[in-house]
Nanobody
Framework: QVQLVESGGGLVQAGGSLRLSCAASGRTFSSYGMGWFRHVPGKEREFVATISGSGATTAYGDSVKGRFTISRDNAKNTVYLQMNSLKPEDTAVYYC?????????????????WGQGTQVTVSS
């Protein structure tokens, strides 16, 4: 079992930055691929970013490429999402997720564990 706890969300003006963190329980964090997804009520869950267990492989959703950066610190059992140049359309609840096997994935159905989410609100 892996428990995930997100933090770092909040209210920011357009053009600003936030860094989300996701702390994971357990001793085998590096064996999990990690992903960030976001959800707005009434819309489908959207892929944001993913990173492999080693950190060597990353991928991003088209809407965040060049603005967001995913990283991980396996010694701290934590994955991060650095969000720059934020736009009002980035407003959502952001979730981190973990999938056993260490591979990155853009598909939410590939993930085994999910955090409770953290709200990000970008004002115009």
């Amino acid at each position: 079992q892996v428990q995930l706890v997100e933090s770092g969300g909040g209210l920011v003006q357009a053009g600003g930055s936030l860094r989300l963190s996701c702390a994971a329980s357990g001793r085998t964090f590096s064996s999990y691929g990690m992903g960030w997804f976001r959800h707005v009520p009434g819309k489908e869950r959207e892929f944001v970013a993913t990173i492999s267990g080693s950190g060597a492989t990353t991928a991003y959703g088209d809407s965040v490429k060049g603005r967001f950066t995913i990283s991980r610190d396996n010694a701290k059992n934590t994955v991060y999402l650095q969000m720059n140049s934020l736009k009002p359309e980035d407003t959502a609840v952001y979730y981190c997720a973990a999938r056993a096997g260490g591979f990155a994935s853009e598909s939410p159905t590939r993930y085994d564990y999910w955090g409770q989410g953290t709200q990000v609100t970008v004002s115009s």
